[in-house]
């Protein structure tokens, strides 16, 4: 149980790559949460004046029992 952060980055074609850990209460969580990103769907990238461009995306993923 708790709350596990992690930190990833969108690619310009909506893909996600570098996923990583922040913070997590536990390493099975911290696991989980790995393969959950796995299989998120693609993102609309972000765009600066119309150009797509990476960002960096934070989420707090929390898991109660």
Known sequence: EGIVYTEFIVETNG????PVIIASPDEELSKEVLRIVS????FSPAQVK???VRSKLQVAVMFKL
């Open 39 to 42: 299989f998120i769907p693609k």
């Open 50 to 52: 119309g150009k797509r």
């Open 15 to 18: 893909s996600i790559s570098s």
